[in-house]
């Protein structure tokens, strides 16, 4: 008997890294899972391995930045699946870096459609198909770098704070709806998203984050997937506007990112992981 029997998902962001571990393990939890993601190869294959795992699973190609492509994939869902139990908004870049007086409004504004506005918009689309429910869990990706001032790039970590804030906020106007909202702040995990940035690619982002945090390995998008698997799970049923921390230590320490220089680099902008920049 899977934690996620009979119950169905959008995870946004799954076509790597941890949207993508997550859709497997909801998969072999006994949910089905549309996965929706930019990134068409990548989708693909998560649903591959979602039906490895005995789950059902389908690909829709989606947007985040697009309001309409966020509610067409809750949309998905429901025509193919027959209802939303769980929405796990979770697609992320890193985008606007550079110091903060050359980064434009342009950018900050895109950072933000894809980091928050997203957030927000697959909150406000699941609503009405979870009242139809009794209920549901939705989920988003923030990051350490919400919580702390000098865990990520400048607009990413004011993105991540609001949707630590989103978070809560949602939560209380919600719960009448028996509608859960949480998010997970990770921290430093093993993902392409991280790799785009560390000069020397997963080779040296392994090395750092060995030794990054007080429990001293990489964290790994299982790691997330596991937090998401509870908040998802009926486990979760008294626990809402929660930011959970899944950082092997480093909030509790206290430090400030050690290779806090991986993020000074010059003005640019950062897409998808799986695009050039
Ligand atoms: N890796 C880390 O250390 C870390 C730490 C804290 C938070 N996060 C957050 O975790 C989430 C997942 O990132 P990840 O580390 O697994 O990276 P990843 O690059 O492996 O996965 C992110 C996914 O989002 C997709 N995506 C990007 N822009 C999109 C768009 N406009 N529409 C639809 N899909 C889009 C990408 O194609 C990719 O599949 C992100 O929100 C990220 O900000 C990452």
Redesign the pocket.
């Known amino acids: 008997m899977g934690k996620l029997n009979n119950k169905v998902a959008v995870i ?9 571990a997550t859709a497997i393990r909801f998969a072999g939890e006994g949910a089905a899972v549309v996965v ?4 068409e190869q ?2 693909h294959a998560t649903v591959r391995d979602c039906k490895e795992q005995g789950g059902r699973a389908i690909f829709h190609k ?4 697009k309001e309409a ?1 966020i509610r067409a994939a809750i949309g998905r869902a429901v025509s193919e699946f027959g209802r939303l139990d769980i929405m796990y908004n ?5 985008g606007a870096l550079g110091p903060l007086e050359e980064i434009s409004a342009e950018n900050w504004d895109r950072t933000f459609a ?2 928050l506005r ?1 957030v927000f918009f697959g909150i406000k689309y699941s609503i009405p198909e979870m009242r139809k429910v009794g209920g549901g869990s939705i989920i988003s ?5 919400g919580i702390l001032g000098q865990a ?1 790039p400048l607009v ?1 970590s004011v993105a ?1 704070a609001g949707v630590i804030h989103l978070t809560k906020c949602a939560a209380v106007e919600l719960a009448k709806d028996r509608i859960r909202v949480n998010c997970i ?10 790799h ?1 940035h560390i000069p020397g690619g997963e080779a040296t982002t392994l090395q750092l984050l060995q030794t990054t945090q007080p429990l001293a390995r990489p ?1 790994t ?1 299982e790691d ?1 997937a596991g937090m998401a698997l509870y908040l998802a799970s009926d486990d979760a049923e008294w626990v809402t506007g929660t930011a959970m921390v899944v950082d092997g230590g480093f909030v509790a320490r206290g430090n400030a990112f050690a290779q806090q220089s991986a993020f000074q680099v010059p003005s640019k902008w950062s ?4 695009e050039k920049d």
């Open positions: 946004t962001g799954a076509a790597s890294g941890m949207g993508r929706a993601d930019l990134n990548g989708g989606t947007d985040v930045e492509e979770n697609a992320g870049i890193a894809v980091l997203s990706t923030a990051s350490i770098a990520g990413y991540k702040c990770p921290g430093g995990i093993n993902t392409p998203l991280l785009k964290g998008p997330i897409g998808p992981s799986f």
